[in-house]
Each structure stands twice: as structure tokens, then as C-alpha cells.
């Protein structure tokens, strides 16, 4: 049926056809998959838990692991003065300590224990704890379920049908070239790098709903009627490491560079005694405003 159709079309036209025809598909399956998900969204009840999600639990399902969660409330503990940078880049308690939550006093319970440490060691023992454990275990069920309902997989299947066909209008081409002795590179090149494309985004829809469409709904919906303004960890949901303390950054990159730190204690004479004082609000590593 389309042997008439691909000897009239010469190159470079055919290319042009082809990548016009993949991105207008591309462009309608997003505006589909949307729809589609936004429609699953809506059969969930009005006073299901999926409208009743903490920050933590939103962190894990927009960034895939419970570390970024950690990392958030860490940083909390180092803004209000509970937890201390140190100089060589390890990590203590101050003396004065401010707890939010149960997942805030199992770090200061576990930093306590541990002493001064290194960061990587203190995030290592904290991804064991029930605490944490527990939201990962939660919504990696909610992911699950999303993820084997009918809705999903019927997308899924749909989404797979259109990039098979146009991957096979591609194939049927390089075909036609081949018995013909024609030139087939660019065709080639360009099927080749469309499968990686369709396996790459067939991966991403089956986590779509868990890391866009669910935090944008809290994002435009509900946390617009919260008052959110003062809380540390949705404001951490909400612009992600923009809100983290500079003196941070390098600990959660493992990036021990002296000239990527601004802490308390980068003088020895200020390392412990500026912790819970008055003058440590004024430097990033230990609890500025």
C-alpha cells in the first residue's frame, strides 16, 4: 500500500514529511497524556489521602528518592540553629536545638548518637530509619497503583502503538532503499534515534503522574488555600534547592571544596562557640533567617 507513496516522495522531502509527522505526534500525545491524567486525577474523592500529602511525601514522588526529603530537613535543623557545618566539612548538633517533626528529632536523635561525622555517613544510617523508610514504602504503593491501573496502561499502550508506527514507516523506508540502492543514512539515523526517544519516554509516562501532574496539583491547587508562607519543607517542595543554605550544597554533592563553603566555624577561634549565639544567625552554615 505504501510502495506507490514512498517512490513518489524524494529525499530530502521524505525527511522533512517524516520529522514533521513524528513531532505533530509528539505534540498530540502530550496534550492526550495530559488529558488522560488529568482525568485520573478527578476519579480519585475529594478526601482521598492522595489530597492529603505532607511535603516529604511529595519530595519523594517528584524526585524518585527519599534523600532529597532528608536533605530538606536537614537543612531546616542548619538554618535554625539545630545542626552545625563544621569547618573540615563534617557535620555536629549545636546546643540549642528547634524540632518540627518526628523526622527532625530522629536526625538530631541519630546525630547525638553519631557525634561530629561526615555527611555521607549520618545520610547513609538516616536512609535505614523506619521514619523514612516508611514514606518511601507508602508511596512507592500509591506509584504502584497508578502505575497497574487501566487508565495507565491503556495510555501506555496507545503511546507504544504511535511510536511503533512511526518507527515502521521509518523501517519500510530503509527497506524500499535498500532493494533500490539507495542512499539510507539519514533515515537510518533518524529511526535509530527515534526508538531511543520512545523507549525513554514510554519510561517517563509511567512515572508522569507520580512526578508532575500529583505535585502540580498541590502546586496550583492546594496549597493555595494552605498557609504555607513560614513552612520551611513546602517552600522546599515548591522551588527545591533555591531555598537550601549555600553552606549545604557541597555536602549533599559530596563537593568538599574549601571555596564552596560559607559555615559557621570557618575560623577556628568561631567553630562551636557562634553555634546557638546570637551571631550565628548572621552566616549560612548555622541558622541565618
Given amino acids: 500500500m505504501l510502495k506507490p507513496v514512498y517512490f513518489s516522495i524524494k529525499n530530502p522531502d521524505f525527511i522533512l514529511l517524516y520529522l514533521g509527522l513524528i513531532i505533530i505526534s509528539v505534540v498530540f500525545l502530550q496534550w492526550f497524556n495530559g488529558r488522560k491524567f ?9 478526601d482521598s489521602f492522595v489530597f492529603d500529602l505532607n511535603s516529604y511525601e511529595l519530595i519523594y514522588l517528584k524526585n524518585g528518592n527519599i534523600s532529597s526529603a532528608i536533605n530538606g530537613s536537614i537543612c531546616e535543623l542548619i538554618d535554625n540553629g539545630s545542626i552545625k557545618i563544621n569547618a573540615d566539612k563534617t557535620i555536629s548538633t549545636c546546643e540549642l536545638t528547634v524540632i518540627q517533626s518526628r523526622e527532625q528529632q530522629q536526625i538530631m536523635d541519630l546525630l547525638n548518637q553519631l557525634g561530629k561525622t561526615s555527611y555521607s555517613n549520618f545520610l547513609a544510617q538516616l536512609l535505614l530509619k523506619p521514619v523514612f ?3 518511601a514504602k507508602s508511596m512507592n504503593s500509591l506509584k504502584k497503583y497508578v502505575t497497574r491501573s487501566k487508565i495507565l496502561s491503556n495510555l501506555f499502550v496507545l503511546n507504544f502503538i504511535v511510536f511503533l508506527s512511526l518507527i515502521m514507516f521509518g523501517f519500510l523506508r530503509i527497506a524500499t532503499g535498500i532493494l533500490h540502492e539507495k542512499p539510507i543514512f539519514q533515515i537510518s539515523f533518524i529511526v535509530i ?5 520512545m523507549i525513554g519516554y514510554l519510561f517517563r509516562l509511567t512515572n508522569l503522574f507520580n512526578i508532575k501532574f500529583l505535585p502540580d496539583v498541590y502546586k496550583k491547587v492546594i496549597l493555595t488555600k494552605k498557609e504555607i508562607k513560614d513552612d520551611w519543607q513546602w517552600n522546599y517542595f515548591l522551588m527545591g534547592t533555591a531555598v537550601l543554605t549555600t553552606s549545604f550544597i557541597p555536602l549533599t554533592h559530596r563537593n568538599i571544596s574549601d571555596g564552596s563553603s560559607n559555615t559557621c566555624g570557618t575560623s577556628s577561634s568561631s567553630s562551636y562557640s557562634s553555634c546557638g549565639g546570637s551571631s ?3 552566616c549560612g552554615g548555622c541558622g541565618g533567617d
Fill in 38 to 46: 488529568q482525568k485520573t486525577i478527578n476519579l480519585f474523592h475529594q
Fill in 133 to 135: 523508610l516508611n514514606i
Fill in 193 to 197: 534515534l527515534l526508538t531511543f526517544f
Fill in 280 to 282: 550565628c544567625s548572621s
